[in-house]
């Protein structure tokens, strides 16, 4: 299940995954093959729809570790707030 894929790579702070997540979203969403591109579009579509502004969340490699991926603190507690009341929390 995604929400258990999400938090095993919360839990650990495991990178890898993280960007593996990223790309494959990408890639199921856009056809393969992934790129970042495709997996930054995909979910800021899925954000959008979801009524999430996230105006200023910018989406590199998927596992924060990129100096050109960025979010407001606003907009990550929206989301968090989000995802927490969500039935899989």
């Known amino acids: 299940m995604f929400s258990d894929i999400v938090r095993d790579i919360n839990k650990f702070s495991n990178n890898t995954m993280a960007r593996n ?4 979203i990408g890639a199921v969403e856009d056809k393969g093959p ?5 997996s930054a ?7 959008r729809c979801d009524a ?3 105006e200023y969340l ?9 100096r050109e991926e960025h979010v ?7 989301l968090l707030q989000r995802a927490n009341a969500s039935p899989v929390a």
């Open 21 to 24: 997540l990223f790309l494959t």
């Open 34 to 38: 992934a790129t970042p591109a495709k």
């Open 41 to 47: 579009r995909a979910i800021q579509a899925f954000l």
């Open 52 to 54: 999430l502004d996230m």
């Open 58 to 66: 910018r989406l590199d490699n998927g596992s924060s570790l990129s």
């Open 72 to 78: 407001t603190a606003l907009s990550l507690a929206d």
